[in-house]
């Protein structure tokens, strides 16, 4: 088990459950080979026999060895190990995460990640993942492109999550309809906007929601006869106006603009109206309610866990939904 390595990071505990855990991934030890007995373990790697107990616990627990009196510690299943790489923390994002896992058997491990959009740790992450999981469920960095380091990944191992307007037919993936769906979903409030004398879309620069949702945007509003704004430099003046209503795609912005409107005597879904993009559970509770245009991330979550157990190729898009609650 060359795998083992200790390092002062890292207990040497952990480093012996690691090791053996990747050696089973890679196919250096097989189900039903056995292991070495905890004596030998002592011996070789010069730890304490205690050590070398827990960790052989460790993975008992997970399902991975087992013994008995005949044949001691054995390889009793496969090691399944999955790389999680989501781009930004949010509560949505959370919930993704918690289906995801909670639809997993108990001997999958799953290391959560953050690549916050910086294409540098992204490629890093993903260069030094390699061989180390038996499956990558990534968001990609951009929505435009694949990024190159994800072809280091066999195709059958990796899954894509949420943004995807690219080449991806070789690929599997579960992923949100910026475009077509949104659209719709605009649509279906029509009678709603029709209170309001004018649309703004509250949508930052530095943001990396796909830039493709302003065109359809423009295009519901010019086929409706809408007035509209869009709001992008951080120098546009994001204020509460009676009879205008907002579209924000982060919530800080969605919270400035209620505190505004409060300071300023105004009825949200009244004398303004408000929706926010991508549904979270307090926008359940803020004001009444928040109206959101959303897909739901723990469906996402619940469906990219079948692609891990299942191991079976997966090409869908989550609906993008409309939520009506008090403030539109």
Known sequence: MSNIKFSNSSSKIKSLVDGISLSIMQGDLKVGDN??????????????????????????????????????????????????????????????????VANLPDNYKVDLIFHQYNERLFDTIIRESIGNYSMYVVMNFSNEQLSDALKLIPPSKLLLLDFGNFEKSSFSYICQDFDESFYNCLNQSL???KKYKKISFVFPEEICHPISAIEYFKKFCVLQNFEYEILRKESDKIGVEVGTAYLCILSEDLVKLIKE????????????????????????????????????????????????????????????????????
């Not at 990219?304 to 989550?318: C, G, R």
């Open 35 to 100: 292991l070495s007995s905890i004596n030998e373990a002592s011996s070789r790697y010069k730890v304490s026999r205690d050590t070398v107990f827990k960790a052989y616990k460790i993975l008992k627990n997970r399902g991975i060895i087992d013994s008995n009196p005949m044949k001691g510690y054995y390889v009793k299943a496969d090691v399944n190990h999955v790389l999680l790489l989501l781009d930004t923390y949010s509560s949505f994002k959370q919930n993704l995460f918690h289906r995801f």
């Open 191 to 193: 009678d709603l906007f």
């Open 261 to 328: 409107a409060d300071s300023a005597g105004l009825i949200i879904g009244q004398d303004y109206g408000l929706i926010a993009y991508n549904n979270e559970s307090v926008l359940e509770v803020i004001k009444n309610g928040i109206s959101s245009i959303s897909i739901d991330f723990g469906l996402m979550g619940e469906k990219a866990a079948y692609f891990v157990t299942a191991k079976k190729s997966i090409q869908e898009y989550i609906p993008t939904e409309l939520i009506i609650r008090n403030s539109l």
